[in-house]
């Protein structure tokens, strides 16, 4: 099987928005709330996709995790953001981002997950 025919073992959902960023593969990174360690492991095969909600998301490219790290949001850096969107270019503005999209307020002491990958198509 090659490496595009391989079979995803879960999905990694994006607001569509990312889209071109995604489809350039100029996104190669995600910063999830909490400690995602449990889902997200390197080496795994997933589905990048894209959609409002996770249960109607349109599948868009194939990846495979590279590695995956757990921080606080005080302790990010400019290089725990390199691959992120343009929104999240400054460890200051990732509170702020995440806050929106996960629609609760969050704090310099919340736990984040960066999840990197390398896309396979």
Not at 15 to 28: G, M
Not at 40 to 68: C, F, L, M, N, S
């Amino acid at each position: 099987m090659r490496e595009g025919q391989l079979k995803s073992e879960r999905q990694l959902n994006l607001f569509p928005y990312y889209r071109n960023l995604i489809d350039s593969h100029k996104k190669f990174a995600s910063i999830r709330l909490g400690n995602q360690t449990a889902n997200y492991k390197p080496g795994q095969i997933i589905d990048i996709t894209v959609g409002w909600e996770e249960t109607v998301a349109v599948p868009i490219a194939k990846a495979r995790i590279e590695a995956v790290k757990v921080s606080h949001l005080a302790d990010l850096t400019f290089d725990d953001l390199a691959g992120e969107s343009p929104d999240c270019a400054r460890p200051d503005a990732v509170k702020y981002v995440l806050s929106s999209i996960y629609r609760t307020v969050l704090h310099d002491t919340d736990q984040v997950t960066i999840v990197r990958w390398r896309y396979l198509d």
